[in-house]
């Protein structure tokens, strides 16, 4: 199968089956949305859903966010994983947001990782989420499963996989896509025990063929 062909296959699959897929983080505007996500980092989802509620009622906006010492913000995060540099974080990034950027969150990449707390990827997360914009934010979900399915190949490093991705991705797909992988592998192709019995994309899943290959008559077991 060819590449061209693969991404042809898996982006049908996944406008079929996941044609509204979106972030699972809960937020009402970009502010929230940035926030929640750099609180996402090495934390679930789930976690994040649970705190950002009471954040959000105290600091509802860049402005109140940028009066915060990072020890009052602590223990409101507690309960996250790194409360302490996440924390810092936001005390600063309130600020920057203030002082840089007049309290709007920008939507430029190149702004956004001048943030604390803001690397590329959340950056990608921002700009594909709130504007579109072809930005693929690889995180360890979207990384693993494009190269097992085969969409990356050989791809070292998140950078490289999101290369890769964005050159063969239609550029109108790309943000959606971002979710597509994610919430795959959030959900069916797990780290430690893809659920490939149970996977749609096991006719073009090149992980699955080499598994085949190697243990004919067997498949993985799903949890
Ligand atoms: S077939 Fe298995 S390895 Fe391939 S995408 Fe599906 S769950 Fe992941």
Excluded at 16 to 44: I, K
Excluded at 68 to 75: D, G, K, M, Q, S
Excluded at 117 to 146: C, E, L, Y
């Amino acid at each position: 199968m060819t590449t061209k062909e693969r991404y042809r296959k898996v982006i049908e699959y996944f406008q079929q089956h996941a044609p509204d897929a979106e972030t699972e983080l809960l937020y009402d505007n970009p502010y929230q949305l940035l926030v929640a996500v750099v609180l996402s980092a090495q934390c679930t989802d789930k976690r994040v859903n649970l705190t950002t509620p009471a954040l959000f009622d105290r600091y509802p906006d860049a402005f109140a966010l940028a009066e915060a010492t990072p020890e009052e913000i602590l223990p409101l995060i507690k309960s996250i994983s790194y409360p302490n540099n996440k924390a810092r974080h936001l005390a600063g990034l309130g600020k920057m947001l203030v002082e840089r950027f007049g309290g709007e969150i920008p939507l430029t990449v190149d702004e956004l990782v001048q943030l604390p707390g803001v690397g590329r990827k959340t950056a990608n997360v921002i700009t594909s989420v709130v504007d579109q914009q072809p930005n693929m934010a690889v995180d360890t979900h979207v990384f693993r499963v494009a190269q097992r399915i085969g969409l990356t190949h050989n791809a070292k490093t998140p950078l490289a996989a999101e290369k890769q991705l964005v050159k063969h991705l239609p550029v109108d797909l790309v943000h959606i896509a971002h979710h597509w992988l994610i919430l795959h592998g959030r959900y069916v192709c797990i780290a430690r025990s893809p659920r490939c019995p149970a996977c749609g994309l096991k006719d073009v899943c090149k992980y699955y063929s080499h598994l085949m290959a190697k243990q004919p008559g067997k498949t993985t077991q799903g949890k």
